[in-house]
């Protein structure tokens, strides 16, 4: 009898937890990023349920800072998995202008924790499938797969349902809501073999190529339109660049590399040595306890 | 620093750099091995985990540049490198030094990839390493070389055996404490060997090691030469972790079992079968059987996103179509045809109690299984286990982290085999129905033979036909509230007001029932359900007698009266919630009742030292300070006319 290889055991237990999720939510969305992680979710997605299309929406909280491309992709993986495509913008965030340039960490705080909060409550999702993955970050390392929140969308991380086996517990009042993270055991490295594998199209900025670019605080930043503010003296430069994750590009940090192709993106990952979030300025607030905080505040 | 300058022998860095497509290709035909890891902070488990990660190169610069200068600050070991903080997540945990909860971490090497369930190792954490047992392959089971064979260490071994871990690792630490002596190792071993034994664990692995120097971690140490003889196992761990056996192989050769899931229906030229295939394997043209109808079909295709499979095994999820229309949804399991499950509605079971309320004897709760989801109820333990001797203790009920042994009954068949056989339709969990919290998780024995022997008697005459001779609609008016809220004045007005119009009725009052059939029953918390249960079932065999009846009793508790409820048909169960404040009923105290329990002269009083739980969501409410009871009466009788 065949043994399993551990992409096989992942796919399956992950479509395992999208498929209980359908079955025993009321009225389940899908959490879409556009990046990798999102990319290998939703592929997942396509394939628990074929040759049924996913039965519930794309989620897009939209900060109206990301890169060009990815709208591009996000509209046309919509497409093509012929699921309905939800994009949401804080009104308030909105109207008040916040970005990434004048606003700090109030940008991510407007757009992306209350967004999704408004979001959820605005539709009346009771599950949300987030790609989080258990390696990114030590908080994360012990969340649960079925992440229950409250009617106020905190998260107790002292208060967490036992999760024995593969039996998920969906069940909720009236009001309460869970997150769930169906590629929770998958490690970056695995999501860029299932990606080559399984020829998952991704967002092209993964891929080095010659960028506008200009250097900030130590960071590489794309300039991907025309509200990008110069500081006096600043002159975007073209560089081979690529992107490690993906966000709102002013706050996302590209590297100088020449990998054109998914094997030299997976091999430049594997031989460089610096963890993958670090690339994002999120993870810094608050100390070492940064992530943590902003879960309990309702962070996806 | 010893630790940072010594080389990790077994990544494969190289390939990486040298043929990434060569590296890509080995790391794609990977097996998986999850394992958890048993012991206490004092064992050096963090540690060892913080290595496995740093010698698998699953540590990046930045988190080693934290971890160097967090070492310095909180860490324990001096100037060195403290593992142990790579693996403590939670800021709380942090600052106590100590690991809460369970955590997942991952590692690969050029075999396998490993995902290690990190648990905590003290008796108040029992749950957590429960909880991290139950998908594990193998267990770790760390003994500090100094301390040898503890209380602790049995408690770890039992745990991982009752959750059905096969392969345990016996690993001795901080051998480079005890200068790598043979005898210390040796004297461990033997302990340890005849415990496991005493409970039944047929084998294990054991290993000298140090987690903090990497003595026989990923090779063999100069250290222990004399391990290389040949009574010792004579691996380094991961060498040992890289070839064990895993659990989805052993599933594969069990015969074919699948809960299904989800039913896939795109239109109406396609309907299949979806879920995870839990033990066994399928082909296309298998004969089936679907449980619990027993319903027999064949297999017509296997279908996945990337195109049909002639066959599919353990560990992969599908979706199966058959050649007939035969009856099958969410909660069947799909079975080999000539050897299916059996189904069962009674059992024993092991319970290992999770929450900080206790159990209740004879409360229900959901219980789910696979993807079968009912409902259930405990009894009184036949005994708990002395989670540190193992001996058998009498209990009437099972608090936080205990473990004992009770029967089960469910509210319908369920498709099961015993834990000892089958995980995936032996293991289960109990939802508790007011929180939503998952309280427990189990594992199934035997089924009892009284519900295999109790059979229901068909008859020609049913439910149907004694409700059409009465020309109504049977129902139960469930009528809760505190004592002295006014329920029975309510509800004999209620039947007066139905018996005029010709309606065949029938008034069950808390305090008559008690003068009979419940006389035997107290005012205990257990005594209450069953109070509650055996009027309910009263309740039931009226209204399929075609009658209208009404209950007057406080039942204070949601979960009973939601047990109740779970046993008439939808529609035919109201619940009337008669709403006086406490202040308002004390103040009547028609019976004197609440004298009595201020005085301490009366326990167990609703109100006073027993809680109510309020309905939620009742079909009728009737508010008394502000409607009298005939107004009241009139509301409830349009309501359940359907005039209202």
Redesign the interface.
């Known amino acids: 009898?065949?043994?399993?290889?551990?992409?096989?055991?992942?796919?399956?237990?992950s479509?395992?937890i999208i498929?209980?999720v359908?079955?025993e939510a009321e009225k389940p969305v899908m959490l879409y990023s556009v990046g990798k992680d999102s990319a290998v979710m939703l592929h997942l997605a396509?394939?628990?349920?074929?040759?049924?299309?996913p039965p519930f929406p794309l989620l897009h909280v939209d900060t109206t800072w990301k890169f060009k491309a990815m709208y591009e992709l996000r509209d046309k993986m919509a497409e093509l998995s012929g699921m309905d495509l939800l994009v949401y913008h804080n009104p308030e965030a909105a109207e008040k202008g916040i970005n990434p340039f004048d606003h700090g960490s109030l940008h991510t705080d407007m757009w992306k924790t209350e967004g999704l909060k408004q979001a959820l409550d605005k539709y009346g999702f009771d599950a949300a499938f987030g790609g989080a993955r258990?390696?990114e970050e030590?908080?994360r390392?012990?969340e649960r797969i079925f992440s229950f929140r409250t009617q106020s969308h905190g998260w107790d991380?002292?208060n967490?349902?036992?999760?024995?086996?593969?039996?998920y517990?969906a069940?909720?009042?009236k009001g309460e809501s869970i997150r769930v993270f169906p590629i929770?055991?998958w490690?970056e490295?695995?999501i860029w073999?299932y990606i080559?594998?399984n020829d998952i199209p991704i967002v092209p900025l993964y891929f080095a190529e010659e960028r506008p670019t200009v250097e900030r605080d130590g960071m590489l930043v794309m300039v991907d339109d025309d509200r990008f503010p110069l500081r006096p003296g600043e002159e975007p430069v073209m560089r081979s660049v690529r992107f490690r994750t993906l966000g709102c590009y002013p706050l996302t940090g590209a590297v100088e590399s020449t990998a054109k192709t998914l094997?030299?993106v997976?091999?430049e990952t594997?031989?460089t040595?610096?963890?993958?979030r670090?690339g994002r300025a999120i993870d810094k607030d608050a100390g070492?306890?940064g992530m943590?905080v902003k879960k309990q505040q309702g962070y996806f | 620093m010893t630790t940072k300058t010594e080389e990790p022998v077994y990544v494969v860095d190289s390939l990486i750099a040298e043929d990434i497509d060569a590296y890509l290709e080995q790391h794609e035909h990977k097996t998986m091995l999850r394992f958890i890891t048993c012991g206490s902070v004092d064992d050096g488990k963090s540690t060892l985990i913080g290595r496995l990660l740093y010698d698998s190169k699953m540590i990046f610069e930045d988190q080693l540049d934290a971890l160097t200068s967090d070492s310095k600050k909180v860490g324990t070991q001096g100037q060195e490198i403290d593992f142990a903080l790579l693996v403590d997540g939670l800021a709380a945990e942090r600052e106590q030094g100590i690991t809460i909860d369970v955590a997942y971490r991952f590692f690969n090497t050029e075999k396998r990839k490993f995902i290690v369930a990190d648990c905590p190792g003290h008796e108040q954490y029992t749950r957590n390493m429960v909880t991290g047992a139950s998908t594990a392959d193998l267990a770790v089971i760390l003994i500090d070389a100094r301390k040898g064979v503890l209380v602790q260490t049995r408690r770890h071994s039992y745990l991982c055996h009752l959750l059905g871990v096969k392969n345990i690792v016996l690993a001795v630490n901080k051998m480079d404490l005890v200068d790598y002596k043979q005898e210390v190792f040796d004297k461990i071993v033997a302990d340890y060997t005849a415990f496991a034994q005493s409970i039944g664990i047929e084998s294990f692995t054991a290993m000298p090691i140090s987690g903090f120097k990497g003595d026989n971690i990923t090779k063999l140490s100069d250290n222990t030469p004399w391990y290389k003889g040949p009574q010792y196992a004579g691996l380094a761990l991961v060498e040992h972790l890289e070839t064990v056996e895993v659990l989805s192989s052993v599933d594969a050769e069990k015969p074919f079992r699948m809960p299904v899931q989800w039913v896939n229906r795109p239109n109406l030229d396609f309907r299949g079968f979806s879920g995870l295939i839990a033990t066994g394997g399928v082909k296309s043209g298998d004969k089936i059987r679907v449980l619990p109808s027993g319903k027999t079909s064949t297999v017509s295709k296997i279908v996945t996103f990337d195109g049909d499979l002639d066959e599919a095994v353990a560990g992969q999820s599908v979706t199966v179509c058959f050649e007939d229309e035969i009856d099958c949804s969410r909660g069947s399991v799909i079975s080999v045809a000539d050897n299916p499950p059996q189904t069962a509605d009674q059992f024993e079971a092991t319970i290992v109690w999770m929450a900080d309320e206790a159990m209740v004897p004879g409360r229900a709760y959901w219980l789910k299984l696979g993807t079968q989801m009912v409902s259930a109820t405990v009894q009184e333990p036949k005994y708990e286990v002395n989670v540190n001797t193992m001996e058998h203790l009498a209990a009437k009920t099972l608090e936080l982290n205990a473990i004992g042994v009770a029967e089960v009954t469910t509210d319908k068949q369920i498709v099961f085999e015993p834990y000892a056989e089958n995980r995936a339709l032996g293991g289960f969990i109990l939802i508790d129905k007011m929180t939503n919290a998952t309280v427990a998780a189990g594992m199934l024995h035997f089924s009892l033979r009284r519900s295999q022997n109790v059979h229901w008697q068909a008859l020609d005459i049913g439910r149907q036909q004694h409700a059409a001779l009465k020309n109504q609609t049977p129902a139960v008016l469930w009528f809760t509230g505190l004592s002295g809220s006014g329920k029975s004045t309510i509800a004999n007005l209620v039947e007066k007001k139905l018996h005029r119009m010709n309606r065949h009725t029938f008034l069950l009052d808390g305090d008559n029932v008690r003068h009979g059939l419940n006389k035997d029953l107290g005012f205990t918390e257990a005594d209450r359900i069953e109070n509650i249960r055996r009027v309910g079932e009263v309740s039931k065999l009226m209204a399929d007698a075609g009658l209208i009846v009404i209950t007057a009793f406080i039942s204070p508790f949601q979960a009973d009266r939601e047990m109740v409820r779970s046993m008439l048909p939808e529609g035919e169960f109201f619940e009337v919630f008669i709403d006086t404040p406490l202040k308002v009923a004390e103040a009547r105290d028609v019976k004197g009742l609440y004298k009595k329990a201020r005085s301490g002269e009366l326990k167990n009083f609703t109100g006073i030292d027993s809680p109510y739980e309020a309905p939620r969501n009742p079909e009728i409410r009737i508010d008394t300070t502000l409607v009298s009871p005939e107004e009241a009466a009139n509301l409830i009788v349009d309501t359940l006319l359907g005039d209202a």
Do not use: C
């Open positions: 009898m065949k043994t399993l290889t551990h992409l096989e055991r992942l796919e399956a237990e479509i395992h498929r209980e359908v079955a396509r394939k628990a349920f074929y040759p049924s299309p258990r390696d030590k908080s390392a012990k991380p002292k967490q349902r036992p999760e024995l086996w593969n039996l517990n069940r909720k009042a929770s055991n490690t490295l695995d073999q080559h594998l094997p030299e997976i091999q594997l031989l040595t610096t963890s993958e670090q070492g306890a943590e």
